[in-house]
T-cell receptor, first 113, second 112 residues
Framework: EAQVTQNPRYLITVTGKKLTVTCSQN?????MSWYRQDPGLGLRQIYY???????DKGDVPEGYKVSRKEKRNFPLILESPSPNQTSLYFC????????????FGPGTRLLVL | SQQGEEDPQALSIQEGENATMNCSYK?????LQWYRQNSGRGLVHLIL?????REKHSGRLRVTLDTSKKSSSLLITASRAADTASYFC????????????FGQGTRLTINP
């Protein structure tokens, strides 16, 4: 089944404890991206990647890192999480960029205490 | 930067009625997409309309795009309870590469 998977789905952590949220797609998509969703603010793009080893900042990249070593995986790294990073995070992928349908993962709900 | 703004923020109608949601944006675009999100879940793509298109249909969905007014509308005809969800428009901002910018969404409730 073609899908985007994220792990974990739920995470409670404490300020400063490094964490990684994984994202994987099995559709051989070139474009992958991360969003955060907050009440009243909609979805905001954090980082995106056009292909392996090619990443770029979205609208809210501060406090986040990403890597794209393999085409299928695009992990989101929070080196030192803070409470303002408490949010619902979505990974998405598409075949060739923004001209194509974006396929979203199920979301990761993160709480930073 | 928030590019798209949906209107209204919330809409409640009776089953069988039509629902119309609007999206306005600020800068030049290549395409505009509409997505649906059921409570707390991932977004599902509904329809993509390119900047050189004015109208597009998909089942009970009709999307229009007016690039001169920088606005789009999503019409859902003969609404069903299962259409209850949040609807978002998303635009690619021509000057900003491959960034996709979402609006804040319209919360649609279909009453049985």
């Amino acid at each position: 089944e073609a899908q985007v998977t994220q792990n974990p789905r739920y995470l409670i952590t404490v300020t400063g404890k490094k964490l990684t949220v994984t994202c994987s797609q099995n559709m051989n998509h070139e474009y992958m991206s991360w969003y955060r969703q907050d009440p009243g603010l909609g979805l905001r793009q954090i980082y995106y990647s056009m292909n392996v080893e090619v990443t770029d900042k979205g609208d809210v990249p501060e406090g986040y890192k990403v890597s794209r070593k393999e085409k299928r995986n695009f992990p989101l790294i929070l080196e030192s999480p803070s409470p303002n990073q408490t949010s619902l995070y979505f990974c998405a992928s598409s075949l060739g960029g923004l001209q194509e349908t974006q396929y979203f993962g199920p979301g990761t709900r993160l709480l930073v205490l | 930067s928030q590019q798209g703004e949906e209107d209204p923020q919330a809409l409640s109608i009776q089953e069988g009625e039509n629902a119309t949601m609007n999206c306005s944006y600020k800068t030049s675009i290549n395409n505009l997409q509409w997505y649906r999100q059921n409570s707390g879940r991932g977004l599902v793509h509904l329809i993509l309309i390119r900047s050189n298109e004015r109208e597009k249909h998909s089942g009970r969905l009709r999307v229009t795009l007016d690039t001169s007014k920088k606005s789009s509308s999503l019409l859902i005809t003969a609404s069903r309870a299962a259409d209850t969800a949040s609807y978002f428009c998303a635009t690619d901002v021509v000057e900003e590469g491959q960034k996709l910018v979402f609006g804040q969404g319209t919360r649609l409730t279909i009453n049985p």
